[in-house]
């Protein structure tokens, strides 16, 4: 039988779901529509119908930063990039028919990337987060503008405060980028003395950060404590919130008026709820192309992914993966679904071989940090202490937005 030229292309047009639009999703989706040709179809299916730049949730709270200065509709963008955006919730997944199960019915795919980032574990303590517990959240941003609530509460009636993280948590770096803004405001406020701070994390020892430490880390995280009169305790397994009161394995109680844990984080419901697709806490393991090994028309990319700590810690922790992570192995996975389809090599990025690039921010002072790998071993890894580094992470923020905006990424 011969087969026509249209055919042909009509056999060879792919269709490429992509689940989630934040740093991941969102860089995937405009790095395919650089690489592939005009008649493959890119579909983004996400929950939310805006960008969260996630790092600024530190500063809602505070009143710092509102939703209209941190985040942007997708849609537009979608539309001028040719790629077809659908706002809804993946609900599952089904491996072998190739579909995705969405509250706006199944979309098939030829290929699939999942970026769909975590599922923050509040069920993991009793008490434990905003929803059904007692302390408040910045991992999303209605989270965020909650927590401001709780924290006017705090300045008209000003009691002990306790930030950290719980057992099992991943992102300690934004636990303490909100312990020094927290710390900051209150001195803003005259409140230091009235508002004791406690920082509970299951890390073995002050800036560890999940990743085993970071050159001086330690020493600086520790200094900036003592000059602060902020209390440490690592090491913690906490038990139970109640609603003045955290209660830590060994019997220690710790009283709060404003209490922010941020929690062990798991893979989303929709990928735990699809059999074959992800590990017991719901992240997918992928190779160094991410790439699902055992589902090769499968990539995952972002916090969806599963990444092994470095070691073992006396209480078990998470790795964390920043944002810039996740847009790089969204880059490598949307360069290898091209190269699949288009023709070309693959391209292979270990998690533990990317270089870091973070700012901690402690309100009007910070610290940059820079190596030449996420984990150890590392040839350089610089602490850049200073005004400098908040600055930067403004600075930081609004190139970062302004750029998205426009759809470069
Ligand atoms: C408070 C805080 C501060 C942080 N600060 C920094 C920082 O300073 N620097 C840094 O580099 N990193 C920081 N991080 C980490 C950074 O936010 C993450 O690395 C990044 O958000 C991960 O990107 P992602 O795309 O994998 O996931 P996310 O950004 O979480 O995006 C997931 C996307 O998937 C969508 N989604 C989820 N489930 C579904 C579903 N079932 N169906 C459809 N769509 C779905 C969501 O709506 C969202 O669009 C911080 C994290 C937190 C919580």
């Avoid at 397994?237 to 209660?247: G, R």
């Avoid at 209480?315 to 810039?324: C, M, N, Q």
């Amino acid at each position: 039988m011969r087969v026509t030229r249209k055919e042909t292309l009509i056999m060879a047009r792919k269709r490429i779901v992509i689940v989630g639009s934040n740093f991941a999703g969102f860089t995937a989706a405009m790095e395919l529509a650089k690489r592939l040709n005009e008649r493959h179809k890119i579909v983004v299916i996400s929950r939310s119908d805006k960008f969260v730049f996630i790092p600024s949730l530190i500063w809602v709270p505070f009143g710092k930063r509102k939703e209209e200065n941190i985040s942007f509709p997708l849609a537009p963008i979608y539309k001028k990039k040719g790629i077809q955006f659908i706002h809804a919730e993946a609900l599952r997944f089904d491996l072998n028919q190739h579909v995705v199960e969405t509250t706006d019915g199944g979309i098939s795919y030829d290929y699939l990337l999942i970026a769909t980032g975590p599922k923050p574990d509040y069920d993991m303590i009793s008490g434990l987060g905003p929803e059904h517990g007692h302390t408040v959240s910045i991992c999303t941003l209605e989270h965020a503008e909650g927590a401001a609530k709780a924290w006017k509460q705090l300045l008209l009636d000003p009691r002990p405060v306790v930030i950290g993280a719980t057992q099992g948590a991943a992102c300690f770096g934004a636990s303490y980028e909100f312990l020094l803004n927290v710390r900051y405001q209150l001195a803003k406020n005259g409140l230091e003395k009235s508002c004791p701070i406690t920082f509970v994390t299951a890390e073995p020892f002050l800036g560890h950060f999940g990743i085993g430490g970071f050159g001086k880390a330690r020493e600086m995280v520790e200094g900036f404590f003592k000059k602060l009169g902020i209390k440490a305790i690592t090491n913690a397994v906490i038990e139970q919130v109640e609603p003045d009161t955290i209660h830590l394995g060994d019997g220690q109680k710790l009283p709060f008026k404003f209490a922010m844990l941020i929690p062990r984080f798991l893979g989303v419901d929709a990928v735990r709820n699809s059999p074959g697709l992800g590990n017991a806490s719901g992240f997918i393991e992928v190779d160094d192309a991410y790439r699902m090994p055992a589902h090769p028309e499968i990539y995952a990319a972002g916090v969806a992914v599963a990444v092994k700590p470095p070691g073992p810690t006396p209480v078990p922790i998470g790795v964390p993966k920043t944002g810039y992570n996740s847009e790089e192995m969204a880059r490598v996975a949307a360069h290898n679904i091209a190269a699949e389809i288009e023709g070309g090599p693959e391209i292979k990025l270990p998690f533990s071989a990317m270089d870091a690039k973070c700012i901690l921010d402690a309100g009007s002072t910070g610290i940059i940090m820079i190596s030449d790998r996420v984990l150890a071993p590392r040839k350089h890894q610089w602490l850049i202490p200073g005004p400098e580094a908040h600055w930067a992470k403004v600075a930081f923020e609004k190139y970062f937005l302004a750029t998205r905006r426009r759809g470069r990424v």
